[in-house]
């Protein structure tokens, strides 16, 4: 499990009637993002966490444009496959409406 300031820790109740608890990461502990973290949890109290199986880390939304960069190249990628296609129908109708 590895995070990042700023995300979010969910840990789901593991028994009937526990609450789920959430929270925000303020502070990595571990090497390279890995536990403990602190956690300051919605309702207030902050504690150091080591999270088990039961918990989920949620990536803060970054404005990270390496990630828009490489999705937009993907989407013109197929476009670009798109509009070749289209080219070749174009070019098939033409020679149809020629006869």
């Known amino acids: 499990m590895q995070a990042a300031i700023g995300d979010r820790l969910l ?39 080591f999270p088990g199986p039961d918990a989920l880390v949620e990536a803060k939304a970054r404005g990270g444009g390496a990630r828009k960069a490489a999705s937009g190249a993907k989407a013109t990628g197929r476009g670009k496959g798109t509009a070749g296609a289209g080219a070749k129908r174009g070019a098939t109708r033409k020679k149809s409406g020629s006869k």
């Not at 502070?27 to 504690?47: C, I, M, N, Q």
């Open 11 to 49: 840990i789901r109740g593991n028994c009937v009637g526990t609450p789920d608890k959430c929270g925000e990461i303020v502070e990595v502990h571990g090497k390279a993002g890995e536990p403990p973290y602190l956690v300051r949890f919605d309702d207030g109290h902050t504690g150091l966490v």
